[in-house]
C-alpha cells in the first residue's frame, strides 16, 4: 500500500507488485487518473508518477539510483503492454496498461472541469507547444501555462527554474525527457518547483505532437508495439536488445508457476 505524502490526501489502498524487482500499482485506469488528480492539487506538492515498461525494469536492474526512483514513485503503472501481462502473472488483478499518452489526452480532457494548470515539458524542437495548442483546441478551458522543449542537463535547471517561477503553480507537468533522464530530471527538481505532481511520459508528446507515428491498435493489443518502434525507428535496435531478455524472465516465471500448480 502507498501511504501518501499529505494528510489532505486519502490513502491508495491498492497493492504493488513486484515485477522482477520492480514494484507496480495493481491500479485501473480509472482509479489511477483519479489519484493523479488528488495529487494534483496537494498544496504541499512535490510527487510524481512513474510509467513502468520493460526498459524501465531492466535498466533498474542494473541502475540503483533508478531502482530507487522508480520504487519511491506515488504511483507507478504499468506502461508496457508485457509489463501489464507480468504483472497479472506475479499475482496482480488488473488487465490494463496506461501509458504516457493515455495519461496526457485523460488527463488533459479530466483537468477542464477541476480548473488544474497544465505543463508541457520536453519533446523535439516545438512540438511541447504544438501539443498544447492541440489540447487546448480539443479541451475548451484547459489551462496550460507552460510549454518547452527544455532541457534535461542539469546546467539548465537555474534557467528554467527562473522560467517556471514566473508562470506560477503547475498542478501537472507531463515531463517528456525519455526513460531515465526525465526521471533523473523529476528527483533533481522535485521541491525546487512549483509543482503538484510530475508525470514522466517518455516519448508521448512526440508521438501527439505528430512527429513521430504510434504503432496501430492490432500491434499494441498484441503486445507488438516495441517491433513497430523498431521498425519505424531501427536506431532503437541497441535499447531493445533487453526485449528478448525480458521474454525469457516472463517465460521461466510461467514455467515456475505451472510447476508450482502441479505440484501442489
Not at 522560467?163 to 533522464?181: K, S, T
Not at 511520459?201 to 517491433?227: C, T
Request: charged share 25%; with cysteine; hydrophobic share 45%.
Amino acid at each position: 500500500m502507498i501511504l501518501n505524502k499529505s494528510r489532505s490526501l486519502k490513502p491508495l489502498k491498492t497493492p504493488r507488485i513486484n515485477v522482477f524487482g520492480v514494484n507496480v500499482d495493481d491500479i485501473s485506469q480509472k482509479n489511477a487518473v483519479d489519484f493523479i488528480l488528488n495529487l494534483a492539487k496537494d498544496p504541499s506538492g512535490g510527487h510524481y508518477v512513474v510509467t513502468v515498461n520493460a526498459e524501465f525494469v531492466m535498466l533498474a536492474k542494473r541502475d540503483k539510483e533508478f531502482a530507487k526512483i522508480l520504487e519511491n514513485a506515488d504511483l507507478a503503472v504499468a506502461d508496457g503492454w508485457w509489463v501489464a501481462k507480468s504483472r497479472l502473472i506475479m499475482g496482480g488483478r488488473e488487465q490494463s496498461r496506461l501509458t504516457g499518452v493515455d495519461l496526457v489526452e485523460i488527463l488533459c480532457t479530466a483537468s477542464v472541469k477541476k480548473s488544474i494548470r497544465i505543463g508541457f515539458l520536453g519533446g523535439f524542437d516545438n512540438v511541447a507547444k504544438v501539443v498544447s495548442e492541440r489540447q487546448k483546441k480539443k479541451n475548451k478551458g484547459l489551462k496550460v501555462v507552460c510549454a518547452d522543449a527544455g532541457d534535461p542537463a542539469i546546467g539548465y535547471d537555474l534557467r528554467l527554474k527562473s522560467q517556471l517561477d514566473n508562470v506560477g503553480r503547475i498542478d501537472i507537468m507531463f515531463v517528456a525527457y525519455g526513460m531515465g533522464q526525465q526521471e533523473f530530471w523529476i528527483r533533481r527538481n522535485l521541491k525546487k518547483l512549483d509543482v503538484g505532481v510530475y508525470v514522466g511520459v517518455g516519448g508521448a508528446l512526440d508521438y501527439i505532437g505528430g512527429v513521430k507515428r504510434r504503432a496501430p491498435k492490432i500491434l499494441q493489443d498484441l503486445g507488438l508495439e516495441w517491433l513497430w518502434r523498431l521498425v519505424m525507428e531501427p536506431p532503437r535496435i541497441w535499447r531493445q536488445r533487453i526485449i528478448p531478455v525480458f521474454f525469457g524472465m516472463i517465460l521461466v516465471e510461467i514455467i515456475k508457476k505451472k510447476y508450482r500448480l502441479i505440484n501442489k
